[in-house]
């Protein structure tokens, strides 16, 4: 089992970034590749990035592409979204999720594939 805790949401202004945090605890933290997603007011969740379990292989959806960076540390069991040039819809409650299945580049990106989530931090992007 796995637990995920997020940190560092917050407000900022358009063009401004943020870095936010996810704590894993439990074993095995490496085993589990991660993702980040988000859920802005009254629409869907969506993803956002993903990073393969110990070789740092990333992927995004477009609209975060050249913006956003995700990595961890197996080390330290965390992981981390770097937001640049933020943008007013970019605000959102942003989640990060664990999961325990290796898959092919570019196919984690569905919600029922990741097994463990946290609580979510808010950005809130000011235009």
């Known amino acids: 089992q796995v637990q995920l805790v997020e940190s560092g949401g917050g407000l900022v202004q358009a063009g401004g970034s943020l870095r936010l945090s996810c704590a894993a605890s439990?074993?095995?933290?490496?085993?589990?590749?991660m993702g980040w997603f988000r859920q802005a007011p009254g629409k869907e969740r969506e993803f956002v990035a993903r990073?393969?379990?110990?070789?740092?292989?990333?992927y995004y959806t477009d609209s975060v592409k050249g913006r956003f960076t995700v990595s961890r540390d197996n080390v330290k069991n965390m992981v981390y979204l770097q937001m640049n040039s933020l943008k007013p819809e970019d605000t959102a409650v942003y989640y990060c999720?664990?999961?325990?299945?290796?898959?092919?580049w570019g196919t984690g990106n569905r919600q029922t594939q990741y097994r463990y989530w946290g609580q979510g931090t808010q950005v809130t992007v000011s235009s």
């Open positions: 439990g074993r095995s933290f490496s085993n589990y590749a």
């Open positions: 990073i393969s379990r110990t070789d740092a292989i990333t």
């Open positions: 999720a664990a999961d325990n299945v290796q898959r092919v």
